[in-house]
C-alpha cells in the first residue's frame, strides 16, 4: 500500500466529518434519527436504535452538566509537544439522557472543574483545532 | 458449558524486558516452550492455539504453530479486539469446553515499541469505530486519558481518595519486592507515589502498567485429562467476557457500572463460587483505578469502598484478601492480562514461596475494563 492509498483509507467516515464542518459553521448539530426522533453520539452509519439510514445532523441545546475531566500534563506525540497543560472533559447533555460527549475545557475555569458542574457549550479553541465544543462552567456551591 | 470444565496445566513467560531485541514470534516460541515445559506437554500434542494481539503487533498461530512444530491444530484464533488476555482465555474456553480441540495454548505476546501507536497508520487500526477525529482535537490520545476521566469520577464519587491510590502502588510495590520475576522492586512509599509526575490529573506515572517486551502462555485442556497431566490442575470453573453497546470508552453510558460489573455479576451466576471463596486474586492493573472497580465488581469489598479496602490492608500479604501478589503490571510490566492468570495459578500451586498465600484454593483472575471485560475463577477444588 503507498501512501496516497494508506491516506485514503484514514480519511474520516462522512458522519465524522459532517460533525465538523457544523462545529465550522459555527453550530453544534448532533447526529438525530427522523424515524426515532433520537439523537447519537458518536455518529454512526446507521441509527443505533432502528438500524434506519434516514439520519441528519440536527441543532441540539448546548447545556448539560460535567461527568468528568482531567488536566493532561504529559505530552503524547509530535503534535502535542509544548501543549501541555492542557483540559478537556466529557459533557452529559440535558437534551437526551445518557447523550455525552467529549469537549475542551478552559484553564482558566481549573476552580469550576467539579463532576456534576453545569454547563453551557461554546465554540471556540480547543488544543489542536480552531473551533470545537468547549464547555463554559457554573460555579458548584 | 457442555463438556468438563476446562483446567490449566501449564503456564510461561519469555524473557521479559524494557528492549529485549527480540520478535513477537520469537518471545512467542519462548513463552509456549515454558507453558508445555511447565506441564510436561509435547508441543505435537498442541492441538489449539489461540492469541490476542494489539493490532499492529500480530503474531498469527499457523506461524507459531509451524515454529514449535505442532502436527495438525484443529483450533485456531487470534483476536485483536476485546480484553487483552482474557479474550484468548474466552477463545480457549470456548474451544476446550466444545471439543473443538483438547490441548490448548493462549498465548499474549506485546512489544514495549510501537505497543502505543506511533504514527497515523497504526493509530487508524486502533480506530477500529473511526471516531478518533472527534477526540484528537481535544488532545485525546486513548489510554491513559480515558484512565484519567474514569478515576477522576471514581475519586469524586467517594470510592477513593488520592492517598488510597498512594497506599496501593505502595502494597503492589511491596508485593514486587518479594517477587524474584518482577523488573520494578525498589522500596516505594505511599510518599513516593505523590512525587512521581502526573500524567492527567488525577492519574500519575505510577497509576499506569510499565511498557514492556513480553510473551505470556497458558496451556488448557479438557478437565477430565488434567490429572493425568499436571500434579495440581487449576480448574476454570467459570469463565465470562462481556462487551457494551458502546465502543468508546469515555462514552459509556455509567463509568461506575460497566462491562466489568457484568462480566463479574455473569462469572458469579456461572459457578457455585461466592466472593467470600476467593483467597487470592489477580486484578487487571493497566492504571491502578481498575483494580479498586474490580474489588468493588466481583463483590470483594463493598461498592464505593474500593480506597478504603486497599488502605485497610486488605490486599497486602496476609490480608483477607491478597491482591496482585506478583506485584501486578505496574511492577512485573505490561503482560497485558496474563500476569493475573499465571500468578493465581503459581498461588493455587502453592509455588510462590515468600509471597505465598497459605492454604490458597480459589483465586480469580481479570481483565480490562469499559466497553470490555472478561475474568475467570481458577480452583484447584475438582469441579467436574
Known amino acids: 500500500m503507498d501512501d496516497g492509498q494508506r491516506s485514503a483509507m484514514l480519511s474520516m467516515a462522512r458522519h465524522v466529518e459532517e460533525f465538523w464542518q457544523h462545529v465550522d459553521d459555527g453550530e453544534l448539530r448532533l447526529q438525530w434519527c427522523r424515524s426515532c426522533d433520537r439523537f447519537q453520539h458518536h455518529p454512526r452509519p446507521v441509527c443505533r436504535t432502528c438500524l434506519g439510514d434516514d439520519l441528519t445532523f440536527r441543532p441540539i441545546a448546548a447545556e448539560g452538566a460535567l461527568y468528568s ?68 462552567l457554573e460555579a458548584v456551591e | 458449558m457442555t463438556g468438563p470444565v476446562p483446567a490449566i496445566v501449564g503456564v510461561g513467560y519469555s524473557e521479559v524486558g524494557r528492549a529485549t531485541g527480540r520478535t513477537l514470534l520469537e518471545l512467542s516460541a519462548q513463552a509456549s516452550r515454558a507453558a508445555l515445559a511447565d506441564a510436561g506437554v509435547d508441543a ?84 477500529m469505530a473511526g471516531t478518533m477525529p472527534l477526540l484528537t482535537p481535544y488532545g485525546y490520545v486513548g489510554g491513559p486519558h480515558w484512565a484519567a476521566l474514569y ?42 507515589y505523590l512525587a512521581a509526575r502526573m500524567i492527567a490529573d488525577p492519574l500519575r506515572l505510577l497509576d499506569c502498567d510499565y511498557p514492556v517486551d513480553a510473551a505470556s ?17 487449576v480448574y476454570m470453573a467459570a469463565t465470562s467476557f462481556a462487551a457494551l453497546g458502546e465502543s468508546e470508552f469515555p462514552l459509556v453510558p455509567d463509568m461506575q457500572d460497566h462491562a466489568m460489573h457484568r462480566a463479574a455479576r455473569r462469572l458469579w451466576q456461572s459457578c457455585d463460587f461466592r466472593p467470600d471463596d476467593i483467597d487470592v486474586a489477580g486484578l487487571y492493573d493497566g492504571f491502578s483505578f481498575i483494580t479498586l472497580q474490580w474489588l468493588e465488581a466481583l463483590g470483594i469489598c463493598e461498592e464505593g469502598a474500593g480506597g478504603k479496602f486497599v488502605s485497610s490492608g486488605a490486599t497486602d500479604l496476609g490480608g483477607s484478601c491478597p491482591v496482585n501478589t506478583d506485584g501486578g503490571a505496574a511492577n512485573v510490566g505490561r503482560r497485558h492480562g496474563a500476569n493475573y492468570y499465571i500468578e493465581v ?19 480469580v483472575a481479570t481483565n480490562a475494563v469499559g466497553v470490555f471485560a472478561g475474568c475467570s475463577l481458577l480452583t484447584t477444588e475438582p469441579v467436574n
Open chain 1, 69 to 136: 475531566w482531567t488536566v493532561a500534563t504529559a505530552e503524547f506525540g509530535s503534535e502535542l509537544v509544548g501543549k501541555a497543560p492542557y483540559a478537556f472533559g466529557i459533557v452529559e447533555l440535558d437534551a437526551q439522557p445518557g447523550l455525552k460527549m467529549v469537549v475542551g475545557l478552559d484553564l482558566a475555569d481549573a476552580d469550576r472543574f467539579r463532576v456534576g458542574a453545569r454547563t453551557t457549550l461554546e465554540i471556540g479553541p480547543v488544543v489542536l483545532r480552531d473551533k470545537a465544543l468547549v464547555a463554559r
Open chain 2, 44 to 127: 505435537r500434542r498442541v492441538d489449539g492455539i489461540v492469541a490476542h494481539c494489539f493490532p499492529h503487533q500480530m503474531v498469527a498461530p499457523s506461524v507459531l504453530g509451524s515454529t514449535i512444530g505442532v502436527d495438525e491444530l484443529s483450533f485456531m484464533s487470534c483476536s485483536v479486539d476485546g480484553p487483552a488476555f482474557s479474550m484468548a482465555v474466552s477463545h480457549a474456553v470456548a474451544a476446550v469446553t466444545s471439543g473443538a480441540c483438547t490441548t490448548c495454548l493462549v498465548l499474549r505476546p506485546v512489544l514495549r515499541a510501537g505497543a502505543a501507536a506511533s504514527n497515523r497508520a497504526e493509530a487508524a487500526q486502533f480506530d
Open chain 2, 151 to 192: 478515576m477522576r469520577r471514581y475519586i469524586e464519587l467517594g470510592c477513593a481518595t488520592e492517598a488510597d491510590f498512594a497506599q496501593f502502588a505502595a502494597v503492589q510495590r511491596a508485593h514486587a519486592r518479594r517477587n524474584p520475576d518482577a523488573l520494578l522492586t525498589d522500596p516505594l512509599s505511599p510518599e513516593d
Open chain 2, 217 to 233: 502462555a497458558l496451556l488448557v485442556v479438557a478437565g477430565d485429562r488434567a490429572e493425568d497431566i499436571a500434579e495440581i490442575p
Open chain 2, 345 to 363: 495459578v503459581r498461588q493455587l500451586r502453592g509455588e510462590c514461596g515468600p509471597r505465598q498465600v497459605r492454604g490458597a484454593r480459589t483465586g
